[in-house]
Nanobody, 127 residues
Framework: QVQLVESGGGLVQPGGSLRLSCAAS????????IGWFRQAPGKEREGVLC????????YYADFVKGRFTIFRDNDKNTVYLQMNILEPEDTAVYYC????????????????????WGQGTQVTVSS
């Protein structure tokens, strides 16, 4: 069965850090372009950062530059979102997504469409 499963969300104080995990089954993440998205109540889903499997290039949304980063553990078929210096405005449900790698993709933006989505994990930043 093809699945993406997020984990690692929770409650954290402003200025704190969290690491979200996105574990894949049924396919090899290393062969896919990966995106992290988030959605707050009453707001549209927005791209957080997205990475190319071809060259490792990464798109960062302006609101996370210098605070968030993405990395892979291919042995565990898992991709991570490291979130630092968290702010209350970061409170949202975070989703990972995957699409079969696009040839010559340079991640200067996220893909418009992704084939696979995780169930989401809640991140709450509050004192």
């Amino acid at each position: 069965q093809v699945q993406l499963v997020e984990s690692g969300g929770g409650l954290v104080q402003p200025g704190g850090s969290l690491r979200l995990s996105c574990a894949a089954s049924g396919f090899t993440l290393d062969d896919y372009d990966i995106g992290w998205f988030r959605q707050a109540p009453g707001k549209e889903r927005e791209g957080v950062l997205c990475i190319s499997s071809s060259d490792g290039s990464t798109y960062y949304a302006d609101f996370v530059k210098g605070r968030f980063t993405i990395f892979r553990d291919n042995d565990k078929n898992t991709v991570y979102l490291q979130m630092n210096i968290l702010e209350p405005e970061d409170t949202a449900v975070y989703y990972c997504a995957a699409v079969d790698s696009v040839a010559y993709y340079i991640a200067d933006e996220c893909h418009t469409e992704y084939d696979y989505w995780g169930q989401g994990t809640q991140v709450t930043v509050s004192s």
